[in-house]
């Protein structure tokens, strides 16, 4: 496929022109102007360009790229070295965030709320169709511990739980993959019993305990390890590309 169709087709499947983010979505280092093999994983690290190119791969597509805001504009040191492998081995890298979160079947969100049984029932943020976190029911009334038990299976991660004075049990869920613990708040003051991110903040137990709703630290990494995949598994039964997924572990 050639390079141009396929950022075409990439931008037309996750629409990174409509919500404002913190880097730019999409090819941000051009390569081969031919893609075959594409490799997909979660963090465009050293290990996982070494690995991509292990693989011969034209392209990587990752979650988290580079040239963040607020990020230095000098390539030097780790950013030379990276950048440096992939124009060496001609690989292409695209990475999309914020419009990989959101996305309806393929995102972050989407198939973490999969992974764990939860019926979606629309936006945290309310009369946000493309609100980054989501909310949604359980199929049946659960304690914070039973819950915490299954992410810790469904994610190959022991979570970090941060339970409420009443305990309550949870019925209720809102989430948001990755660094999204700050939308606590608003899950809190819309009633729901829990919220489950990938990180947390020191503020984060205070509000949980306060506000009472029960709080899942279940790793940045382990929370969007799925979007990725998935869009690659999507790409290869469409596009009839060879996608690799590795995931490069990452306890954080």
């Known amino acids: 496929m050639k390079l141009n169709d396929f950022e075409k087709y990439l931008n037309e499947l996750l629409k990174p022109n409509q919500i404002k983010d ?5 090819l941000q280092i051009q390569g081969n102007e031919k893609i075959t093999k594409i490799v997909t994983g979660v963090t465009a690290s050293q290990a996982l360009i070494d690995l991509a190119i292990a693989e011969k791969a034209d392209a990587l597509l990752v979650h988290h790229g580079y040239f963040w805001k607020n990020e230095s504009y000098v390539i030097r040191g780790m950013k ?10 001609n690989i292409n890298l695209f990475a999309y965030h914020l ?3 959101i996305h309806p079947t ?4 989407a198939q973490l709320a999969t992974l764990l049984n939860i019926d979606v029932t ?5 009369g946000n169709a ?12 659960t304690s ?4 915490a038990l299954l992410i810790n299976k469904k994610l190959n991660r022991k979570c970090l739980h941060i339970a409420p004075p009443s305990n309550k049990k949870i019925k209720t869920i809102a989430w948001c993959t990755g660094g999204g613990q700050d939308y606590i708040e608003l899950a809190a003051e819309q009633g729901i019993d829990a919220f489950i991110s990938g990180e947390i903040s020191e503020k984060t137990t205070h509000i949980a305990k306060e ?3 029960h709080f899942f630290a279940a790793g940045h990494h382990a929370t969007e390890r799925y979007g990725v995949k998935a869009l690659g598994e999507h790409i290869a039964k469409e596009q009839d590309l060879n996608v690799v997924f590795i995931d490069v572990d990452n306890p954080v």
Do not use: V, W
């Open 106 to 109: 393929l995102g972050n969100n």
């Open 22 to 26: 913190y880097a730019p979505n999409g």
């Open 99 to 101: 419009p990989l979160d």
């Open 122 to 126: 629309g936006p945290l943020e309310l």
């Open 211 to 213: 506000m009472d709703i």
């Open 144 to 147: 914070g511990c039973d819950f």
């Open 80 to 89: 030379h070295r990276r950048i440096k492998a992939l124009i060496e081995n």
């Open 130 to 141: 493309l609100s980054i976190a989501m909310q949604g029911k359980l199929p049946e009334i």
